[in-house]
C-alpha cells in the first residue's frame, strides 16, 4: 500500500478521515455534507484522486459509495516512517529524543512509552 500512502495529499486526507469516520461506505452526497468544497478542488475531483489511487474505492450503483482501503493506521504508520526518514536519517530513537528534549511528552506518555517498551523486552524471551 506504500505507492497510495505515499501520494495521498492533505487535502485527499480530509476525504479519507471522513471514509474512516463513516464506519461504512458513504455517499458524494454525505461526504459534501461533512465537507465544504476548497480550494477550487470538489469533494468528488478527491473522491477521484484517491480511487486512481488505491486509497479508496468506489462502489457503483443508483448511486456510487465509497469506502476506504487504506487504514487509519497504515496510512499514520507509513507517514510516520516518512517522518523519520526525512528529519531523522531513518532513527526512530532521534525522534523520540528531540521529543523528549523539547519537552514534548508529558509524564504520561513517558510511562505508557516505558511500559511499552517494558512489554516488547519480556517478549523478546528474556
Same mark, same amino acid.
Given at each position: 500500500?506504500?505507492?497510495?500512502?505515499?501520494?495521498?495529499?492533505?487535502?485527499?486526507?480530509?476525504?479519507?478521515?471522513?471514509?474512516?469516520?463513516? +464506519?461504512?461506505?458513504? $455517499?458524494?452526497?454525505? *461526504?459534501?455534507?461533512?465537507? !465544504?468544497?476548497?480550494?477550487?478542488?470538489? @469533494?468528488?475531483? &478527491?473522491?477521484?484522486?484517491?480511487?486512481?489511487?488505491?486509497?479508496?474505492?468506489?462502489?457503483?450503483?443508483?448511486?456510487?459509495?465509497?469506502?476506504?482501503?487504506?487504514?487509519?493506521?497504515?496510512? +499514520?504508520?507509513?507517514? $510516520?516512517?516518512?517522518? *523519520?526518514?526525512?528529519?531523522? !536519517?531513518?532513527?526512530?530513537?532521534?525522534? @523520540?529524543?528531540? &521529543?523528549?528534549?523539547?519537552?514534548?511528552?508529558?509524564?504520561?506518555?513517558?510511562?505508557?512509552?516505558?511500559?511499552?517498551?517494558?512489554?516488547?523486552?519480556?517478549?523478546?524471551?528474556?
Amino acid at each position: 500500500m506504500g505507492a497510495a500512502e505515499e501520494r495521498i495529499t492533505e487535502a485527499e486526507l480530509e476525504v479519507m478521515e471522513v471514509l474512516w469516520d463513516a +464506519g461504512e461506505p458513504v $455517499t458524494l452526497g454525505q *461526504i459534501r455534507e461533512v465537507l !465544504a468544497e476548497r480550494n477550487g478542488e470538489t @469533494v468528488k475531483t &478527491l473522491l477521484r484522486r484517491l480511487c486512481t489511487k488505491g486509497a479508496a474505492a468506489r462502489e457503483k450503483g443508483r448511486v456510487s459509495h465509497y469506502r476506504p482501503l487504506v487504514s487509519r493506521e497504515e496510512l +499514520g504508520c507509513y507517514r $510516520t516512517r516518512k517522518l *523519520i526518514d526525512k528529519l531523522y !536519517a531513518g532513527s526512530a530513537r532521534q525522534m @523520540v529524543a528531540a &521529543l523528549v528534549e523539547h519537552d514534548q511528552l508529558s509524564g504520561a506518555d513517558i510511562a505508557e512509552l516505558r511500559a511499552l517498551l517494558d512489554s516488547l523486552d519480556g517478549e523478546g524471551g528474556g
